[in-house]
């Protein structure tokens, strides 16, 4: 028999959590990145994030968002699905866009963009306070002619 999580989170935190994490998606995709302030921890921890460096605040969170929209136009991101478990939400989603300037060290190709991933949050207080960012890194390499692109 497996043992089950045991959480003080109920179904209407659940939700909660869940709206907030797609309010993220909905808003720092689109540049309203004045919404960080309100939907993330201050002592935002993030983890595996594309360009070798992995936010360390919610200035930082912004920077990188300013820096990822500003490589990808023309961008749609939608999430595909979510789950959440006590404090914990997992989301697998879908970005699409056109490769319009520097991404990463990388200067635009004008190549369209269609990959997925996977993210994990813990939330805190109703934010997120911690980030795993799991792009497929491969396929978005291939896009941007970094890498052979897959067969």
């Not at 109920?10 to 309100?38: M, N, S, Y």
């Not at 983890?47 to 605040?57: E, L, Q, R, Y």
């Not at 699905?81 to 989603?93: K, L, S």
Request: aromatic share 10%; glycine share 10%.
């Amino acid at each position: 028999m497996f043992a089950t999580s045991t959480s003080s989170v109920d179904q209407a935190q659940l939700e909660q959590h869940k709206q907030v994490i797609r309010e993220f998606f909905a808003t720092t995709h689109r540049g309203e990145l004045e919404a960080i302030d309100r939907l993330v921890a201050p002592s935002i921890v993030t983890h595996h994030f594309p360009g070798g460096k992995s936010p360390a605040s919610r200035e930082e969170y912004k920077a990188f968002f300013r820096h990822w929209n500003g490589g990808v136009a023309e961008q749609e991101c939608r999430i595909l699905a979510i789950a959440a478990e006590g404090e914990h939400i997992a989301v697998r989603y879908a970005i699409t866009g056109r490769h319009a300037g520097d991404l990463f060290g990388i200067p635009a190709t004008g190549n369209a963009l269609d990959f997925t991933g996977v993210a994990f949050y813990r939330m805190e207080q109703g934010q997120i306070a911690e980030t795993w960012l799991y792009p497929d890194t491969a396929t978005l390499l291939g896009q941007l002619g970094v890498l052979p692109a897959a067969a």
